[in-house]
Antibody
Framework: EVQLVESGGGLVRPGGSLRLSCAGS????????MNWVRQAPGKGLEWISY????????YYADSVKGRITISRDNAKNSLYLQMHSLRDEDTAVYYC??????????????WGQGTTVTVSS | IQMTQSPSSLSASVGDRVTITCRTS??????LSWYQQKPGQAPRLLIY???ILQSGVPSRFSGRGSGTDFSLSISSLQPEDLATYYC?????????FGQGTRVEF
């Protein structure tokens, strides 16, 4: 079964840093663009970052720009999200999601189970 | 790009036909997906390309629309359809989601 598994979440103080990981399995990871999407408690889904399959194209949401860095290691079938200067409002479940090709209208067809980040003093 | 999803919540009964709408501020042709999220779970893809049913999704789910106006329908609501539903556009960057529609019984 195609799978994405996030890890790295936890409790961090305001201003702190955290690195999230997402491991892909049973698909050709290097051929897929990837996204990070988060969901604050009781809120909706918020897209926060995109990276192309080669890593050459990257986008960030304005709400996190300058505070997060997306990266990937195709040799390890892994996606990462480095977060700095964390704020209370960054508290959320963070999901990685695979993006299908243009043939599939770039839909997010596979999602991980999510990892929880709690920013609190 | 702005996504306006409505209603924000709805109450229905088993067997009802339910329709959720999603309007975008710009023409996205048919680069529109619908996701279902049950409490405590990750989102699940239901429909992409505005009307293409993802493999394994029951046929009571359907999507339609193009341009700026889209809809998701559930022809006969089942107990397991209790969830929040989100639309998402994938024509422009940044990708954006609707605010969600909670379906309750």
């Amino acid at each position: 079964e195609v799978q994405l598994v996030e890890s790295g979440g936890g409790l961090v103080r305001p201003g702190g840093s955290l690195r999230l990981s997402c491991a892909g399995s049973r698909f050709n990871f290097s051929t897929y663009n990837m996204n990070w999407v988060r969901q604050a408690p009781g809120k909706g889904l918020e897209w926060i970052s995109y990276i192309s399959n080669t890593g050459s194209t990257i986008y960030y949401a304005d709400s996190v720009k300058g505070r997060i860095t997306i990266s990937r290691d195709n040799a390890k079938n892994s996606l990462y999200l480095q977060m700095h200067s964390l704020r209370d409002e960054d508290t959320a479940v963070y999901y990685c999601a695979r993006e299908g090709s243009r043939r599939y209208f770039y839909t997010m067809d596979v999602w991980g189970q999510g990892t929880t980040v709690t920013v609190s003093s | 790009i702005q996504m306006t999803q409505s209603p924000s919540s709805l109450s229905a009964s088993v067997g009802d036909r339910v329709t959720i709408t999603c309007r975008t501020s710009q023409n996205i042709i048919n680069y529109l997906s619908w996701y279902q999220q049950k409490p405590g779970q990750a989102p699940r893809l239901l429909i992409y390309g505005a009307s293409i049913l993802q493999s394994g999704v029951p046929s009571r789910f359907s999507g339609r629309g193009s341009g700026t106006d889209f809809s998701l329908s559930i022809s006969s609501l089942q107990p397991e359809d209790l969830a929040t539903y989100y639309c998402q556009q994938s024509y422009f960057n940044p990708r954006t989601f609707g605010q969600g529609t909670r379906v309750e019984f």
